[in-house]
């Protein structure tokens, strides 16, 4: 079987895997990606698209930031719709922040351009089927490309294979625990070919259940509408998608949202996931591959930029001074983080869906919402995690 050898094989082309390969080369550290689908396949999937003020200045200062400077759309505050009224979160005035609103799946454009035009080995359509020598010193991927099954022997790595990946799984049995939390919800989400009815996200909360209106440019937008977890998607002509977020994305003074041409539309599960501690010997795991959160707070890709911009640092030290107390902190730092935007998004979860089958937990939510437009403490405290959350782990 041929042999391959570099210092740290990562696994996955997502923004993780991808944004942790760009970092650590900016140390002068070797790095393979390998990536079990096509790289058309990984630059079209949809996927969220709010960047946190300090991830979009990680993006920016590791180079990748010239289309984002660009293109993406600056947004110093969201609004919360509850009882056909509209309120804003003023971002700019609670934080001094602002996040970016951009797109999943242009961050991973961007990060792959970057590092294939540098000269990166990212081998796309080369899934890893094992992770082996987890208690040696040397530690192996094992991979097939082309037809050909290959190995990939490496110093440490770097499991940023989401969810459905194999790194978690790699560790013996009991080693790695994981926690789970499965929400009675699901989103189906939209892209259409139509001017955004607002210029912020709309955060709404209505008896026919939760609706988010965001964007991805001044002539697409993205919705999303609560629904079942396992929602047919058939169920849902474009028609009704249109008559379901007009009822629901709806103010007690006619504004609606406008309908267009839809040219995507998906169902997604809500899910927490944590998997504790997010290391075995020389395998880290980060992004995805160590924790899910549900779309609500809009972290997954921050969590995952957060985790890598922590490993990247640390293997610094590793490679650069022999000084492995950072890897020996990654573990507990991530969950810290990890654990705190799983709290804010069962948080957002809570409060913006309906529908849970349990009016006392109803009314605790609008509680929490007229808290929140009354209270310049409670809507600086969204505010913050909402804007930063990781800065607010160190
Ligand atoms: N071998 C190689 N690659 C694999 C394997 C495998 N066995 N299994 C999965 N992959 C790839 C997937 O095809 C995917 O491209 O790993 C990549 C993981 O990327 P993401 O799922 O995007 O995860 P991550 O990089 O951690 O980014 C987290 O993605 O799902 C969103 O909400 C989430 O925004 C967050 C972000
Ligand atoms: C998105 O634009 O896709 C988006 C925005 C905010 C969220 C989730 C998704 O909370």
């Given at each position: 079987?041929?042999?391959?050898?570099?210092?740290?094989?990562?696994?996955?082309?997502?923004?993780?895997?991808?944004?942790?390969?760009?970092?650590?080369?900016?140390?002068?550290?070797?790095?393979?990606?390998?990536?079990?689908?096509?790289?058309?396949?990984?630059?079209?999937?949809?996927?969220?698209?709010?960047?946190?003020?300090?991830?979009?200045?990680?993006?920016?200062?590791?180079?990748?930031?010239?289309?984002?400077?660009?293109?993406?759309?600056?947004?110093?505050?969201?609004?919360?719709?509850?009882?056909?009224c509209?309120?804003?979160?003023?971002?700019?005035?609670?934080?001094?922040?602002?996040?970016?609103?951009?797109?999943?799946?242009?961050?991973?454009?961007?990060l792959?351009?970057?590092?294939?035009?540098?000269?990166?080995?990212?081998?796309?359509?080369?899934?890893?089927?094992a992770?082996?020598?987890?208690?040696?010193?040397?530690?192996?991927?094992?991979?097939?490309?082309?037809?050909?099954?290959?190995?990939?022997?490496?110093?440490v790595?770097?499991?940023?294979d989401?969810?459905?990946g194999?790194?978690?799984?790699?560790?013996?049995?009991?080693?790695?625990?994981?926690?789970?939390?499965?929400?009675?919800?699901?989103?189906?989400?939209?892209?259409?070919?139509?001017?955004?009815?607002?210029?912020?996200?709309?955060?709404?909360?209505?008896?026919?259940?939760?609706?988010?209106?965001?964007?991805?440019?001044?002539?697409?937008?993205?919705?999303?509408?609560?629904?079942?977890?396992?929602?047919?998607?058939?169920?849902?002509?474009?028609?009704?998608?249109?008559?379901?977020?007009?009822?629901?994305?709806?103010?007690?003074?006619?504004?609606?949202?406008?309908?267009?041409?839809?040219?995507?539309?998906?169902?997604?599960?809500?899910?927490g996931?944590?998997?504790?501690?997010?290391?075995y010997?020389?395998?880290?795991?980060?992004?995805?591959?160590?924790?899910?959160?549900?779309?609500?707070?809009?972290?997954?890709?921050?969590?995952?930029?957060?985790?890598?911009?922590?490993?990247a640092?640390?293997?610094?030290?590793?490679?650069?001074?022999?000084?492995?107390s950072?890897?020996?902190?990654?573990?507990?730092?991530?969950?810290?983080?990890?654990?705190?935007?799983?709290e804010?998004?069962?948080?957002?979860?809570?409060?913006?869906?309906?529908?849970?089958?349990?009016?006392?937990?109803?009314?605790?939510?609008?509680?929490?919402?007229?808290?929140?437009?009354?209270?310049?403490?409670?809507?600086?405290?969204?505010?913050?995690?909402?804007?930063?959350?990781?800065?607010?782990?160190?």
């Open positions: 079987m041929e042999t391959l050898r570099t210092r740290v094989g990562i696994v996955g082309a997502g923004p993780a895997g991808l944004l942790l390969s760009q970092l650590l080369h900016l140390r002068g550290i070797e790095s393979v990606v390998l990536e079990s689908r096509s790289r058309g396949y990984v630059e079209q999937r949809v996927r969220a698209g709010v960047l946190e003020h300090g991830i979009a200045e990680l993006l920016e200062r590791c180079g990748a930031g010239d289309r984002l400077r660009r293109e993406g759309l600056v947004h110093t505050g969201v609004e919360l719709l509850f009882d056909g509209r309120h804003r979160l003023d971002f700019a005035e609670l934080t001094g922040k602002a996040i970016v609103v951009y797109g999943q799946q242009e961050v991973v454009k961007d792959i351009a970057l590092r294939l035009g540098a000269g990166a080995a990212i081998l796309f359509e080369a899934p890893a089927s992770i082996e020598g987890l208690d040696s010193d040397r530690p192996s991927i094992r991979f097939s490309q082309n037809g050909e099954e290959r190995r990939l022997e490496c110093d790595i770097a499991g940023c989401g969810f459905h194999v790194s978690r799984l790699a560790p013996p049995e009991g080693a790695l625990r994981l926690h789970v939390r499965d929400y009675p919800y699901g989103w189906l989400g939209i892209l259409a070919r139509v001017a955004p009815a607002n210029d912020e996200l709309i955060y709404c909360r209505s008896e026919r259940g939760f609706a988010l209106l965001s964007m991805r440019s001044p002539e697409v937008s993205r919705l999303y509408l609560q629904v079942a977890p396992d929602e047919p998607l058939e169920d849902w002509p474009d028609d009704r998608i249109w008559d379901e977020l007009r009822a629901r994305l709806r103010t007690g003074d006619g504004w609606t949202v406008t309908p267009g041409p839809i040219f995507e539309k998906g169902v997604t599960a809500m899910r996931a944590v998997v504790e501690p997010m290391r010997g020389p395998l880290f795991l980060a992004g995805d591959a160590a924790h899910i959160v549900p779309p609500t707070g809009a972290k997954g890709l921050n969590l995952a930029a957060g985790d890598v911009r922590l490993l640092a640390a293997l610094g030290a590793h490679f650069e001074k022999g000084d492995d950072l890897l020996d902190a990654y573990s507990d730092a991530c969950l810290g983080r990890a654990w705190l935007a799983e804010f998004s069962a948080f957002m979860t809570a409060t913006l869906h309906t529908l849970s089958g349990d009016p006392f937990e109803e009314r605790l939510a609008e509680a929490r919402l007229r808290h929140l437009v009354n209270s310049r403490e409670a809507a600086a405290s969204l505010a913050e995690r909402y804007v930063d959350l990781n800065s607010l782990c160190g």
